[in-house]
């Protein structure tokens, strides 16, 4: 139907010209009768027009309508059977109603029918009551393809001439697109540093001769671990490794555990330090640069844990594989040398000194700060210990302390710090490594010198851009440390009574009196401290307790709960005094019992669970309570953990458990 016909049949003629005429008549028969019958005559004629002319019209009005619904209900059903992506319309309860045939195609099934969409895409469940609205947009895998599933309600008659919805699916066929960033993916460098542990201490245990044949095997096994990804191996030092290899083989690598650290402990040629390996690996980052920046920072946390570990850095996050074995204590002294001489260097150019721990302080850390405040004294510097309260882990000393004039100055709480702290202030950090475990978090954003002194292994959190960092996992406690570094310092450094007795207790307290972590090295420092004057038996009494606390520990070792048949779990009661010092306490007690390998107790303070780990050294409880946000070391650790209480902790904390003993038997 072409336009001049469209434009005869949509414009009204004669109806509203009849109108006019009958105006007319009416008009001219007022003025003369004598032509009324003329006049009435012509109208009914016009009438008569009209009326076929526009019967006409709207037949053919009403045949065009039915010939553009015809054509267009053509159009739809064609392009609906010849939809170039597949298509399937469904029930809103995932009966499929209709497909076409790149549906079918999918499938390769001719009875999609008595099937629904459910079933066919189990990522798709259009579970959608009538009136609601749908914004599907889902990726699926399909006999090995990828698609992205587009979908849209579409409303429809029924037989009872009632509106119903029914959905309308479009599935988008990215398997090309998939392929390829798998292939990018699969393709990008990954970059890794490997470190022979102790390379010194391992060389000197070894005869001359077999030296070289040492270094051969480790590197023939390294090698042989790498080879099958393809990938580049280079030593750039006598102990350190660099090696790069695709994205794709890391996986497989970590599903075998990372099998090199055990491999390279098979070797012996008489050595008697085994051989241990650390791996920092870096992946995901935009440049190589950037990925071997990552793996050197793995090899930090690798070493900072003791050693034997691998250390994946992806952007921000860490993954940790190894650390089964107990740290190996260092024989060499030249880094406490080095560390003690460029601690006094640090003190010698600051105008003061700042000195913090963790917060809930113990015995170790208040007396490594002693310590450290009495290398500062001898210096001649300003220094302030950053103590906010006072507990029952530290209360003896302190009141001790009280007593001594020249102590009565030197603690100061949060308020304080943050007013004396400047941008020179030197801040020495002892006992932790992790920020938000400090004392005031706040002032380490406050100064650009920073010395952390720990013993702890290093976690992913950790403090950023310290100056100084002296942080050996193999010492039994920083008093270790510390105690090791005012033995280098040039001048002699006489204690007082009181500061040997805190670090004397330090040590006693970490290594539960010389049993656990406790080395040469660590009896070396205790006769440092013995020489010095300390009172044994004055620290003995520290750690007495009154009976009402011996019934209370004894009576959490009778309620304790046993898993795996050697770990007890154990809680502390909720309306008792000092209950961190005595779940501790406990948990000591508790590796005192036959056929028990590791102990936890939970306890509550400020509304928060703390968890008190230990172990004989055959279950590391540091990687459990890592799992909670806690860590430590193998031995001995510790968690805090927010907004749950006991039994919540306590199922956690089993779940943690679980999970460390499963990883174990799969290996």
Known sequence: ??????????????????????????????????????????????????????????????????????????????????????????????????????????????????????NLINEIRPQLTEGDSINISRDVTINNRYYSVLGNLVKVDDNNDKESVIVMLYFVDNTELVNEKQKFEDNKNTVGVIVIDNYDDLMQSLEDSKRPQMLAEIEKKITSWISHTGGILKKFERDKYLCIHAFKYLKELEEKKFEILETVKEINLGNKIPVTLSIGMGINAPTIVENLQNAYAGIDIALGRGGDHVVIKDGDNFRFFGGRNRELEKRTRVKARVIAYALRGLIDQAPSVLIMGHENADIDSLGAALGIYRIVKSRDKRVNIVLNHSNANIDSILNK????????????????????????TLLIVVDTHRPSFTETPELLRMTDQIVIIDHHRRGADFIQDAVLSYQETYASSACELVTELLQYLEEKIRLTNIETEALYAGIVVDTKNFIFKTGVRTFEAASYLRRQGVDTVSVKQLFQNDLKTYIT????????????????????????????LIAAQAADQLLSLSGLVAAFVLSYHEGEVVISGRSLGEINVQMILEKLGGGGHMTVAGAQIENVSIQEAKESLKTAIYEYIDSLNKE
């Open 553 to 580: 520990i004894s009576n959490i070792v009778k309620d304790a709960e046993v898993v795996y048949d050697n770990i007890a779990i154990s809680t502390c009661p909720t309306n008792i005094k000092n209950a961190q």
């Open 401 to 424: 302390l009280a007593k001594e004039p020249e102590y009565s100055n030197v603690f100061v709480g949060r308020n304080e710090a943050l007013d004396i702290i400047t941008k020179k």
């Open 1 to 118: 139907m072409d336009n001049k016909k469209l434009s005869r049949i949509f414009i009204p003629k004669a109806g509203f010209y009849l109108w006019v005429i009958l105006f007319l008549i009416v008009i001219i028969t007022i003025l003369n009768p004598l032509v009324a019958i003329p006049g009435f005559v012509l109208f009914i004629f016009l009438v008569i027009y009209n009326y076929k002319s526009n019967h006409i019209r709207n037949r053919e009005i009403t045949k065009y309508i039915e010939t553009l619904t015809f054509n267009i209900d053509c159009a739809t059903k064609d392009t609906l059977l010849n939809f170039p992506m597949p298509l399937v319309l469904a029930e809103l309860d995932g009966t499929t109603v209709w497909y076409n045939s790149s549906f079918r195609c999918i499938f390769e099934d001719d009875n999609l029918l008595q099937k629904t969409v459910s």
